[in-house]
């Protein structure tokens, strides 16, 4: 196996590095790769790809987007509020980019002008593994106010974001206290409630960028098997 350098499809004027596995190739160095399916394993693979099963297709949850007004204030919101941190790439680089214009980017993002200017900066929540992506668009430009806040209970989209907790109460009393945080239900009377028969509670709130929150306490994902 040797690496050379080719152009980056997704960049013009910048090399990415290719593998090339070779019998030809030599180096010191060598490795096994595969060159062909054994036949009993055959039929498998060609029928799942002629039934486009997308069970097959889909690796993993990768981000959720928050369009901000502000990508510092909303870092520190984040950081304050829930512990989210600024990513880091493979390279341990932060996931921080300015002033995005690429206009492969904005053909991508259905922007069929090709014109944008946005900074995006992902964050990581250092014990749930989750991701943000904070974007800030300059181009173009969408309304500066928050939508109507949609019910708990209303149709369209996802209605809110689920986060494991080990503590509801102390988690609940904490978000209470932060500036910029709404409870679902403002009266003095909310607070979370175990579940009658479950050893689970939960709350809801509400955050600057309308994102709805779930906060809950007693189940562990990996051993759901009841109320989804």
């Known amino acids: 196996m040797a690496f050379e350098q080719d152009p980056r499809?997704?960049?013009?004027g910048q090399n990415k590095d290719d593998s090339i596995c070779s019998e030809l190739v030599?180096?010191?160095r060598?490795?096994?790769?595969?060159?062909?399916?054994?036949?009993?394993s055959k039929p498998i693979l060609l029928a799942r790809v002629k039934a486009h099963d997308m069970q097959h297709f889909i690796l993993g949850m990768l981000h959720i987007n928050i369009i901000v007004d502000d990508i510092a204030k909303a870092c520190d919101f984040y950081y304050r509020s829930l512990g989210f941190e600024i990513a880091k790439?493979?390279?341990?680089q932060l996931m921080d980019y300015k002033n995005v214009s690429m206009r492969s980017f904005a053909l991508d993002a259905g922007l069929s002008n090709g014109k944008v200017d946005v900074d995006v900066r992902f964050l990581k929540h250092?014990?749930?593994g989750m991701y943000l992506e904070l974007m800030r668009y300059r181009e173009p430009q969408g309304s500066q106010q928050l939508p109507p806040q949609a019910k708990i209970y209303d149709l369209g989209g996802p209605r809110h974001v689920a986060m494991e907790v080990s503590n509801c109460n102390e988690v609940f009393n904490y978000l209470k206290q932060q500036a910029g945080i709404t409870m679902i239900n403002p009266s003095d009377d909310y607070h979370p409630d175990k579940l009658d028969g479950f050893p689970i509670s939960f709350f809801y709130w509400i955050d600057p960028?309308?994102?709805q929150w779930e906060m809950e306490e007693g189940r562990q994902m990996?051993?759901?098997r009841t109320i989804i």
Do not use: F, H, M, W
Request: aromatic letters at 6%.
């Open 9 to 12: 499809d997704t960049e013009k």
């Open 26 to 28: 030599n180096r010191r």
């Open 30 to 40: 060598r490795v096994r790769y595969c060159t062909a399916i054994a036949p009993q």
């Open 89 to 92: 790439d493979p390279q341990g």
């Open 126 to 128: 250092p014990q749930a």
């Open 209 to 211: 960028y309308g994102v």
């Open 222 to 224: 990996s051993l759901s």
